[in-house]
C-alpha cells in the first residue's frame, strides 16, 4: 500500500488567492511526521512545514499551514495568497515511528499561480 | 556558507560504466540520505547513514554502492548492474538534534546514460 497519496496531479490557483494540495497517509504507527516540500523547476527541494502526530496544533510557518485531520489520516498544505513564485512541485512525505531515517514521499503535485 | 554540495550538476555516462555522484555537507549533521527521482515522481530512498561508516539499504539499494568515511561525505556510485540509471538525484542531510525533522537537500544531479 502506498504510504503516501498525492490525488492531484496538477492544480492551477489565481494569484493572491488560497490553495489546499491534498495528502494522505497510511501508517499504523501512533508515531509519526509528516512534511511538506516544494521543488521548483531547478531541482532542489525546499522544507516548507512540519507537523508531529502528537502536535495538538496545525502546523503554520507564514503563508503555509498544514490542515492536520488525524482520523482521517490527512496532512494537507494551504498556501494562503498565493504567488508567482509558487508555482513549483509539491511533495507530501511521512515518517513514520522509531525509524528516523526513513521517510516516505508521495508522487507530487504540481502547482501554476496564474497571474 | 552551511549547506550541501552535489557535483557533478549533469552527469553522462556509457552504458556497462560505473560512476560515483559526489554529496559533501558542511552543517555538522549525522545522517545523510540518497534519493532517485524518476520524472513526474517522488523520491525514493536509495540508501542512508545515521553514523560515520555505518549505512543502510533504503527501497532501491539494488545496482547503487555507498561508503561513508566522513561525517561530511556521502558518495554514491551508480554501477552497471543498475538497469535504468538515467534519473535525477538528490542527496540530504539530516541532524539528530531536531529529531531528523528536517532533511536538507542538495541540489541534484541529473544522470544521463548513453
Known amino acids: 500500500a502506498q504510504k503516501i497519496t498525492q490525488t492531484q496531479p496538477g492544480m492551477f490557483v489565481q494569484e493572491k488567492e488560497a490553495v489546499t494540495l491534498d495528502c494522505t497517509y497510511d501508517t499504523s504507527d501512533p508515531s509519526y511526521g509528516l512534511f511538506w516540500y516544494k521543488q521548483p523547476s531547478s531541482g532542489e527541494m525546499i522544507f516548507l512545514i512540519y507537523q508531529g502526530s502528537y502536535d495538538q496544533q496545525n502546523a503554520t510557518e507564514g503563508r503555509y499551514s498544514l490542515n492536520f485531520q488525524k482520523a482521517r489520516k490527512s496532512a494537507n498544505l494551504v498556501i494562503s495568497a498565493s504567488q508567482l513564485g509558487d508555482s513549483a512541485m509539491y511533495f507530501c512525505a511521512m515518517r513514520e515511528g522509531n525509524n528516523f531515517n526513513k521517510f516516505y514521499f508521495g508522487s507530487g503535485t504540481k502547482l501554476n499561480v496564474k497571474p | 556558507d552551511g549547506g550541501i554540495t552535489q557535483s557533478p550538476k549533469y552527469l553522462f555516462r556509457k552504458e556497462g560504466q560505473n560512476v560515483t555522484l559526489s554529496c559533501e555537507q558542511n552543517l555538522n549533521h549525522d545522517a545523510m540520505y540518497w534519493y532517485r527521482q524518476d520524472p513526474g515522481q517522488g523520491l525514493r530512498l536509495i540508501y542512508y547513514s545515521q ?19 566522513k561525517k561530511e561525505s ?30 536538507f537537500f542538495g541540489p541534484g544531479t541529473r544522470l544521463t546514460v548513453l
Open chain 2, 51 to 69: 553514523i560515520v561508516n555505518d549505512f543502510q539499504k533504503g527501497d532501491i539499494a539494488e545496482g547503487y554502492s555507498v561508503s561513508r568515511e
Open chain 2, 74 to 103: 556521502f558518495p554514491l556510485t551508480v554501477t552497471s548492474a543498475q538497469k535504468n540509471p538515467t534519473a535525477f538525484y538528490l542527496c540530504a542531510s539530516g541532524n539528530s538534534g531536531t529529531g531528523y525533522n528536517e532533511q
